[in-house]
């Protein structure tokens, strides 16, 4: 449970000290980043990791091959002492004298990963609450009394019911403190039974709460009353200086009470570039745990999961280690009989293709995603292109339904594998074709070899597209379909021509090609050219002709006039009418 606790305005000093720490243990595992150079060699090309603005929103940059933060220093920089904000003081001053004021006697403890990231000097805007003596919705309303005798407003009190489908084990209350969400819930204990995640929920100790969780660098509190660093876990803070993924008990029995587990060890060894354990990554390999995991977790907790780590900062880690884990193909359930067949190592194709597109964004940088109206739908841009890029290998592979239809592979492991919205998986179908269709534009404006085949399917009976317009016509046809997804596509296309691993395969020139073809696309005016309107209404053009004529026409005539071009349809209209009276 992560919470953001206010402490006073002086900061505070940990309970102990951690000595200078060596690099790594032998029992460690190193971070995939570490190794990304070695297997990029393995397919020919050069890759490594990167914080790049355009795929790391609000992360400083590095240097293109520097090694993880934690290899560069030796150890995690972990701060000694915690400061607050002059809100997070407030919230936790006004929570004290509620405690005070009633002789509550309740010791109040911020929870998990805001004291985690106070630690490790970062931002947290969520702040969760630890209760010893009753529940959130008490101590709330307790908060609330306490704001009429100040004569406040009393705030709403929302409670989150228990829900163990959604890991919501406890009732968690919520109220908004000074402007602040705060979720409060008691101390808890918890015992699984063998055939299920969902635990037997009771009222425990701090002990036994931080022993119950995950990691134990999500264990640590921060008790707001004695306003000390609480590593109950005996090792917390010590696995946090070293850049460690431990959990608190044996790594199996804790896979085997929750296997999604599994995935937030690798979400949060990848987000902080932290190195998976030897005993975690057996357990997190181990046969029984992979099953437990494809039976006992719902998709819909899988997808999350694999959302988050798409959405990280360094979604390419977490991907090597589910494709090194043996997790692959658990968490990304392939449909029966696939045709063609997958082979045996597409796991590995597909993970070496996002780690080439990770690093060829970096290299292009941040207009990539700029077809974006903000910097959501931009990160929304860069997370469906990772996916893009990441199926890239199965583009092609396709299955049949219930009703022998046939459906992408990539569509069936978006919404039926990882439960994800049907918009992201028409998504990414639509990049992987409109990418098929980029790959004859590349050809045309690099070499025009093709031309005349083009301009041949392009033309028809009543329209004539001038040689020197072909390109915009097929560049403007392509853009039309995909919208502002088009640099995504275009993205992808230079993953799939040539294919990764070919003799011509290179990051530069890959970026050469990518960057030629934007501004060629750019210099013939056809970006947004989806937003283009006909000359003529949907009514006006069905009396006369097909309306794909039209947009053919006014892409070759960009100056083009409402007058020119019922001229134009005019003298088809008349062709047209002496070619059927000839017939």
């Known amino acids: 449970m992560s919470l953001r606790l206010l402490l006073p305005r002086f900061p505070f000093l940990l309970l102990r000290r951690c000595p200078l720490l060596r690099r790594h243990r032998r029992s ?43 290899e560069q220093q030796g150890c995690v920089e972990v701060r000694e002492r915690v400061e607050l904000t002059e809100k997070e003081e407030l919230i936790f001053r006004r929570l004290l004298d509620v405690v005070r004021h009633f002789g509550l006697g309740t010791q109040l403890r911020v929870a998990g990963g805001w004291v985690r990231d106070k630690l490790l000097g970062k931002d ?32 709403g009190i929302g409670v989150i019911q228990c829900n163990p489908d959604q890991s919501k084990h406890l009732e968690t209350a919520r109220m908004l403190i000074f402007d602040v969400w705060i979720d409060f819930v008691n101390l808890r204990s918890e015992k699984y039974a063998e055939n299920s995640r969902i635990p037997t929920v009771e009222i425990g100790t701090a002990e036994e709460d931080a ?14 009353n004695t306003n000390t660093v609480e590593d109950l876990t005996g090792r917390g803070i010590e696995d946090l200086k070293k850049g460690l993924i431990v959990t608190p008990l044996p790594a199996k029995a804790t896979f085997l009470d929750d296997p999604l587990r599994v995935l937030r060890a690798i979400r ?11 005993d975690l990554k057996e357990a997190a390999s181990d046969e029984k745990v992979k099953s437990e995991l494809g039976s006992k977790i719902s998709k819909e907790r899988i997808g999350h999961e694999v959302d988050l780590m798409m959405s990280d900062k360094h979604p390419v880690n977490a991907m090597c280690y589910i494709r090194d884990l043996g997790l692959f193909y658990v968490v990304f359930a392939f449909p029966e009989k696939p045709d063609p067949p997958v082979p045996e190592n597409c796991d590995r194709l597909c993970v070496s293709h996002i780690e080439v597109a990770w690093n060829l964004a970096h290299s292009i940088g941040c207009s990539l995603f700029s077809s974006g109206s903000d910097s959501k739908s931009q990160d929304e841009h860069r997370r469906l292109c990772l996916y893009s890029a990441l199926f890239t290998p199965v583009r092609n592979t396709i299955y049949l339904d219930k009703k022998s239809k046939k ?39 690099e070499s025009n070899e093709n031309l ?15 040689t020197d317009l072909v390109k915009r016509v097929l560049a403007g046809l392509i853009l039309r379909e995909i919208k502002d997804f088009w640099r995504v596509a275009l993205f992808i296309s230079t993953l799939t021509y040539p294919e990764v691993g070919s003799a011509s395969d290179s990051i530069s020139q890959r970026k050469e090609k990518y960057i030629r ?67």
């Open 407 to 445: 459906i992408p592979v990539t569509n069936y492991i978006i919404r039926d594998s990882l439960k994800l919205k049907a918009s992201d998986a028409d998504t990414v179908v639509n990049v992987h074709s409109a990418s098929e269709k980029f790959a004859e534009l590349i050809n045309l404006l």
């Open 124 to 155: 947290s805007t969520d702040i969760d609450i630890a209760l010893d003596n009753m529940t959130g919705q008490n101590f709330c309303e307790k908060v609330n009394e306490y704001s009429g005798l100040l004569g406040e407003e009393q705030k």
């Open 211 to 224: 022993l119950r969780r995950d990691l134990t660098i999500n264990s640590l509190f921060f008790n707001i």
């Open 452 to 466: 005349a085949t083009v301009k041949e399917k392009l033309d028809d009976e009543y329209l004539e597209i001038a």
């Open 517 to 583: 073809v934007e501004r060629a696309i750019i210099d013939l005016e056809l970006d947004n050219v989806w937003k283009m309107k006909p000359l003529l209404d949907g009514k006006a053009i069905m009396g006369i002709m097909q309306q794909q004529r039209l947009l053919k026409w006014q892409l070759a005539h960009p100056k083009g006039t409402m007058e020119e071009c019922i001229d134009w349809m005019k003298q088809s209209q008349s062709k047209r009418q002496k070619v059927e009276c000839n017939t």
């Open 28 to 70: 460690c595992l190193a971070p995939p980043a570490a190794v990304s150079a070695a297997r990029g060699r393995e397919f020919g090309v050069s890759t490594f990791p990167f914080r790049a603005c355009a795929f790391s929103r609000g992360v400083s940059g590095m240097a293109a091959g520097s090694p993880p933060p934690q």
């Open 268 to 278: 949060f060894a990848a987000r902080f570039n932290f190195t998976l354990t030897e």
